[in-house]
């Protein structure tokens, strides 16, 4: 479908969902710890969904940029992480594992909200208002797909990692958190030899078929 669009067209479908799609993970993340007792993204301005706040020039603009000019059809990048500080919590295992299921959780929740939208659309059948809702639709799920399955990937420091680490004993943690300084590296060798794409093939069709199916498409 997206096939269809010049490269001009395509970046201006996809600008929006995917600056919203990152800045709304991260968000996500600094509420979830406020709700435990760190105030700290709040004090720092972090909870806001201006996205200002939350760029980071390699991730939010330079990778998404690239994978989208180079047509590849697969698009993921990220923000500034919000700061969490863990001595705020009361049981520091059990809130970093909430606060780091917040992130892909709030991209499902987007998701659907871009479901709506791409529904809208379908429901209008007037094409010069119906097209831009179900671009924008269909950008706006595959790309909070892709962030809460990469997210939920069990690679330092991705979300799947803290979950995973929250059910370790806490030497097998430690141990395992140490990768966390090759999580960048691991995640662009998987990337670039399509491994990637290989592990979250089946999970992002059918995940997307579902969403799809629900926008009316």
Do not use: C
């Not at 009361?90 to 780091?100: F, G, Q």
């Not at 979950?163 to 030497?171: E, F, K």
């Not at 097998?172 to 958190?177: D, K």
């Amino acid at each position: 479908m997206m096939d269809e669009l010049t490269l001009v067209q395509r970046i201006v479908v996809w600008i929006l969902p995917v600056i919203f799609a990152i800045t709304g993970h991260e968000v996500a993340h600094g509420w979830m710890a406020k709700q435990y007792g760190d105030k700290t993204a709040e004090q720092q301005g972090r909870l806001t969904l201006n996205p200002i706040k939350h760029i980071d020039l390699l991730g939010t603009i330079v990778i998404p940029g690239i994978l989208l000019i180079s047509g590849t059809g697969f698009i993921f990048g990220w923000a500034k992480p919000v700061p969490v500080d863990a001595r705020n919590f009361k049981n520091p295992k059990k809130a970093m594992m909430m606060v780091a299921l917040a992130g892909p959780l709030s991209n499902l929740l987007m998701a659907l909200a871009w479901v709506l939208i791409a529904r809208t659309g379908v429901a209008i059948q007037i094409e010069f208002i119906s097209l831009p809702l179900i671009y924008s639709g269909v950008a706006g799920i595959t790309i909070n797909l892709i962030l809460a399955l990469i997210n939920l990937l069990p690679i330092p420091p991705l979300d799947g990692s803290r979950v995973l680490s929250g059910l370790l004993p806490d030497y097998l943690a430690w141990q395992y958190n140490r990768l966390e300084r090759f999580g960048f590296i691991i995640l662009l060798v998987l990337l670039a030899t399509n491994a990637l794409g290989l592990i979250l093939g089946y999970p992002m069709f059918y995940a997307q078929q579902l969403f799809f199916s629900l926008a009316g498409l």
